[in-house]
C-alpha cells in the first residue's frame, strides 16, 4: 500500500499569498495518477486536480499541480479567503488507493 | 445534472451489518465509462477508500476491509450499495459514495479520479 504524507499539516496564510502544498508517497506513484481535493468544513471533498497537473472542470486557474515519482505539489498562486479548507491529496495508481492525512489552509 | 445521494440508517449497533444506498441521477450507471465508489471519514479524520464496482459486477475492495464489504449496484433502479458486515465503533464514519472515471487501453481498463461525490451520510456505530 502507497501511504501519502502531506506537508504542512496546517498552513496560514494572508489573502492574496502564495500556497504551496506538499505531498510525498511512500513510492512511486504509477504514471503519476495522483490527484488533489478541497474539502471545505462541512461538505464533501471536491475534485480540483487529476493526472498529476489538470485542472478538473470549473475550478480557477489559480489552483496548479505539479510533480512526479514521488513528489507532488498543490499550487494555489494566489489564496482568497473562500480558500479556507483542508486539501487532500490521493493516489489512483495502485490498489488500494490512497488518501494522505490532508493539509489544512487556514486565512489570516 | 449529476447527483449522488446516500441514504440508510444512521445508527448501527455493534457485531451488525450496515447498509447504505447511493442513488445515482443525471447519469446511467450502466455507462462504460464510469465505477462507482464508496469512500469513508471517520470525525474529524481522512479518507479512506472502501471499494468500487462497475455496472457489470465486478467489484475492488481495499484489502484492509475485504473480508467484511459486499458492494453491489442495481441498474434497474440506477443505484449502487454497500454493505459493510460486523461493524464496531471503528467504523464510525461518514461514508461518501462517488464516481470513478474509467479508463480502458487496448489491454486492460482501470479507475481514475474521483469526479464527482455525493453529500455523505454519517453512520454511527453504537449500542
Known amino acids: 500500500e502507497i501511504v501519502l504524507t502531506q506537508s504542512p499539516g496546517t498552513l496560514s496564510l494572508s489573502p492574496g499569498e502564495r500556497a504551496t502544498l506538499s505531498c510525498r508517497a511512500s513510492?512511486?506513484?504509477?504514471?503519476?495518477?495522483l490527484s488533489w481535493y478541497q474539502q471545505k468544513p462541512g461538505q464533501a471533498p471536491r475534485l480540483l486536480i487529476y493526472?498529476?497537473?489538470n485542472t478538473a472542470t470549473g475550478i480557477p486557474d489559480r489552483f496548479s499541480g505539479s510533480g512526479s515519482g514521488t513528489d507532488f505539489t498543490l499550487t494555489i498562486s494566489r489564496v482568497v479567503p473562500e480558500d479556507l479548507a483542508v486539501y487532500y491529496c490521493?493516489?489512483?495508481?495502485?490498489?488500494?488507493?490512497?488518501f494522505g492525512q490532508g493539509t489544512r489552509l487556514e486565512i489570516k | 445534472q449529476l447527483q449522488l445521494q446516500e441514504s440508510g440508517p444512521g445508527l448501527v449497533k455493534p457485531s451488525e451489518t450496515l447498509s447504505l444506498t447511493c442513488a445515482v441521477s443525471?447519469?446511467?450507471?450502466?455507462?462504460?465509462?464510469?465505477?462507482w465508489d464508496w469512500i469513508r471519514q471517520p470525525p474529524g479524520k481522512g479518507l479512506e477508500w472502501i471499494g468500487s464496482?462497475?455496472?457489470?459486477?465486478?467489484?475492488y475492495y481495499n484489502t484492509s476491509l475485504k473480508s467484511r464489504i459486499t458492494i453491489s449496484a442495481d441498474t434497474s433502479k440506477n443505484q449502487f450499495s454497500l454493505r459493510l458486515s460486523s461493524v464496531t465503533a471503528a467504523d464510525t464514519a461518514v461514508y461518501y459514495c462517488?464516481?470513478?472515471?474509467?479508463?480502458?487501453?487496448?489491454?486492460?481498463?482501470?479507475?481514475?479520479?474521483?469526479?464527482?461525490w455525493g453529500q455523505g451520510i454519517l453512520v454511527t456505530v453504537s449500542s
Open positions: 443525471g447519469v446511467s450507471i450502466s455507462s462504460s465509462s464510469y465505477y
Open positions: 462517488a464516481r470513478q472515471v474509467r479508463y480502458c487501453s487496448s489491454t486492460s481498463c482501470i479507475g481514475l479520479h474521483l469526479d464527482y
Open positions: 493526472a498529476t497537473s
Open positions: 490521493q493516489q489512483y495508481g495502485s490498489s488500494p488507493y490512497t
Open positions: 513510492q512511486s506513484v504509477s504514471r503519476s495518477y
Open positions: 464496482i462497475y455496472y457489470s459486477g465486478s467489484t
